[in-house]
């Protein structure tokens, strides 16, 4: 009798599943009474608690603690410089990054809204996350974003962001769709146990503040290492008075949050374009006279969503090439005029890169929307 080759793959894959797994499931043409009553049973991965692919490591080349990330601070939310086909522009990138090191930053944060990684694929994600442990690993601390709205995503992100070697992971609380505090705090706890976490608050963006009680109900976790905060100065006090680490996001606050309400830094988006003055701002005491005399770049450089305005200041600077993907777009004339304005007054010699400022032409610049 000649068998077809329909049936011998459907005998291979019958056989692969083995009884246990096919007796789980009623076969709609059985007449059985153990088929009609066999009920589907959940699968084991979906009921163990934190349950994770086989993708974690026991490498630890590049494994960090808790606590050293909890020591960082001056972090950079690292800008992401783009070719003219829209693909990541490596060789600027590792030129900004290596500015960041020079200038004594202690960490960088890879595809944080300033890095976009809101515009970036998981793979182009990932990849960055990667190839910054691969070329600076042992002279910077990498924390990647690796956070999502959806839960799914962010354990995925996570598990590749330390398989391939990331000190920490920065997770926001999930937006536009929103949670329960619930919810929030089963979110976090997904992530928290794949290694060092920094939680991100920033309510403006994700229409949703993170109060101090998920805060406090997280902390006890061995990888919480603190709360990147924009809410400002009282709650960074509720938090430091409690012990918990925080490093403002509010680069027009973190003077003041640093030196009068505890906070441990920063991290920051000014830090890409005059690392040495931000390290100095943080570290070497009270120093109102350079707060103030930064304020205006800080102020110029949010006058608009961003990264709006650091992708145009770098641009401007030399440091990268003029190359915007959609949906941001470069600031206007009269604030490039500006920003040349700006930089003189704190002096050039005190931003990154070597080039004279620029004002640049709109025609200088290009916007990419497929990419």
């Not at 109102?288 to 992708?311: A, D, Q």
């Amino acid at each position: 009798m000649s068998v077809s080759y329909q049936q011998i793959a459907a005998s291979r894959s019958y056989s692969s599943w083995g009884k246990d797994s096919v007796s789980q499931f009623s076969r709609p043409n059985s007449t059985s009474t153990h088929s009609r009553n066999a009920r589907w049973k959940t699968p084991s991965a979906a009921i163990i608690p934190n349950f994770h692919l086989p993708m974690r490591s026991s490498e630890v080349k590049n494994r960090t603690s808790t606590d050293d990330i909890k020591s960082l601070r001056l972090i950079t939310a690292i800008k992401t410089p783009y070719l003219p086909d829209g693909r990541f522009d490596l060789e600027a990138y590792d030129a900004l990054v290596n500015m960041q090191i020079e200038d004594g930053v202690d960490g960088v944060i890879v595809g944080g809204t300033t890095g976009e990684g809101q515009l970036m694929s998981w793979d182009e994600h990932i990849m960055l996350i990667g190839h910054t442990i691969n070329c600076f690993g042992t002279s910077i601390k990498v924390i990647g974003n690796t956070g999502s709205n959806s839960t799914r995503e962010a354990v995925h992100a996570t598990e590749q962001g330390f398989a391939v070697g990331m000190h920490a992971a920065l997770h926001i609380n999930p937006y536009y769709g929103k949670t329960s505090l619930e919810g929030m705090v089963s979110h976090f706890q997904c992530v928290l146990p794949m290694g060092p976490t920094i939680i991100y608050n920033v309510p403006s963006r994700t229409g949703q503040d993170i109060p101090p009680p998920v805060i406090h109900t997280i902390a006890v976790n061995p990888n919480f290492a603190g709360v990147k905060e924009c809410v400002g100065h009282d709650r960074v006090k509720t938090y430091t008075g409690n012990g918990i680490t925080v490093w403002s996001g509010n680069d027009d606050e973190c003077h003041d949050s640093k030196w009068d309400y505890g906070a441990t830094g920063v991290i920051s988006v000014t830090s890409n374009l005059v690392p040495g003055l931000m390290r100095e701002l943080l570290l070497r005491g009270k120093n109102p006279l350079l707060n103030e005399k930064l304020l205006p770049l800080i102020k110029w450089l949010f006058c608009e969503p961003n990264p709006i305005g650091v992708n145009t200041a770098l641009a401007q600077l030399g440091v990268v090439r003029p190359i915007f993907r959609l949906p941001y777009v470069p600031l206007p004339l009269a604030k490039r005029v500006e920003f040349v304005k700006i930089v003189k007054e704190i002096g050039r010699e005190n931003f990154v890169g070597e080039k004279d400022v620029k004002v640049l032409d709109d025609d200088d610049f290009m916007l990419v929307g497929r990419y």
